[in-house]
């Protein structure tokens, strides 16, 4: 398994993604009514889904099992952070796609729809985060912190997931299936978009995996050089 | 937990009288918002009455940022966590006994600025008196998230910059419910659903606060 994540799954995840964008711009045709815009939506749909729902959801889990003193452990911690940080990047591209993809179907870069602005406020929430994970603090204190405040900030997902409900705004409804398995898109376009899916979490947990061991060598070189200094005052006290 | 949260109420309440930051500086600086933002719009009779809403609770939200970090602040002092925390109170009811004294200094700033909408944006007294249950409500989300993001950030030496950065996001939904519902109301109709959302707010949140506030008082 182990072999897998560290050699397969980076390459995998590139393959996977030129696969994608291989099919969106090159094999599918345009759509009848948008034409080639519509290849931009092989992208977002499949970040939306990964920074919403995968990061922002194992990162609500990971901070809800360190909060768990039976569970307790400081991988939980390092693995919340890191995905929060691969999440926030997701959603700052999906924000981004689908202003690239509303500057021509809607004539604007932004609209105040329900949607956007509360995935806007996702985003920000989350690099509240990340600013509370650099507030220099005992890892301890950081850690159950910043697990509240992940818990706080994943409340905001569901009013994302259903503001397209609850508001009726310009953003449209759920784009692939329509009351379970009746699907909107088909043919080419449907796996392409199936595929980016696949290719976007094979890229999300490719950069997860790199993070956290990232945060975990981080965690030891700080306990390393405490340890040396510790070393170096005794020493000082000895002579 | 009820006993507890009328003692952390009644102290912090206490607190408040004796030191008067609500009275010198949290609701100047609500008064202060909301001429401002009258004189961003201008002189425009319509322009003032169509953002009144708006701008009251702008500047409300801006407002109880301050005091939900003058409200953090006061167990921030060394040793004062750790000396609550020994009394053996129930942390759920310290969440919401702080929650509650920081609620009431909600209403009173609610208070004042609703006079700062009769007086500066003329808006009418008896639809605005009918707008009391809901901004009651938005109040009531306000203290739970305000006193819960205060308690994360409360002790750090950025509390003054992290903490609006990260409770402004939080208290999104309670701008756009409460100006949805209070413009509304001097419309002459009913804040309809966006009561709904300030209830599941505040229901939300201080559910979450009484079961999270324990692991951010050990953080402490």
Known sequence: MTLFLDRILGPLALALTAVTVWLGLWVTPPEEVQGDIVRLLYLHPALAWVALYLAFGLAALASALYLWPRTRSEKWDLLAASTVEVGVVFLTLTLVTGSLWGRPAWGVWWVWDARLTSTALLDLLFIGYLAMRRVPADPHVRARRCAVLALLAALDVPIVHYSVQWWNGLHQDASVLRGGFHFKVHGSMLWTLGLSFIAMTAVFAWMVRRRYQIAVRDEATADAALDEALRERRAEGVR | ?220
């Open chain 2, 1 to 220: 937990m009820w006993h507890d949260a009328a003692l952390v109420a009644g102290k912090d309440i206490r607190i408040e009288l004796r030191s008067r930051v609500l009275l010198w500086q949290v609701v100047p600086f609500g008064v202060l918002a909301l001429i401002l933002f009258a004189l961003a719009l201008g002189p425009s009779e319509v322009a003032l009455r169509r953002g009144a809403p708006g701008l009251f609770w702008l500047a409300l939200l801006l407002a109880s940022v301050l005091a939900s970090g003058r409200s953090a602040s006061i167990e921030a002092a060394p040793g004062t966590r750790n000396t609550v925390r020994l009394l053996g109170l129930d942390p759920g009811g310290v969440f919401l006994g702080k929650a509650c004294a920081l609620a009431l200094q909600l209403c009173v700033l609610g208070v004042v600025l609703e006079a700062g909408l009769l007086l500066f944006f003329h808006v009418d007294a008896a639809r605005l008196a009918t707008a009391t249950p809901l901004a009651l409500l938005a109040i009531a989300a306000l203290a739970a998230v305000g006193t819960l993001y205060g308690a994360l950030v409360a002790g750090t030496d950025v509390a003054s910059t992290l903490l609006p950065l990260l409770v402004l996001p939080a208290l999104a939904p309670v701008l756009i419910a409460g100006e949805r519902g209070m413009a509304a109301v001097l419309a002459g109709g009913g804040p309809g659903r966006w009561a709904v959302v300030l209830v599941v707010m505040a229901v939300v949140y201080l559910a979450v606060g009484v079961l999270l506030y324990g692991p951010l008082e050990e953080t402490s």
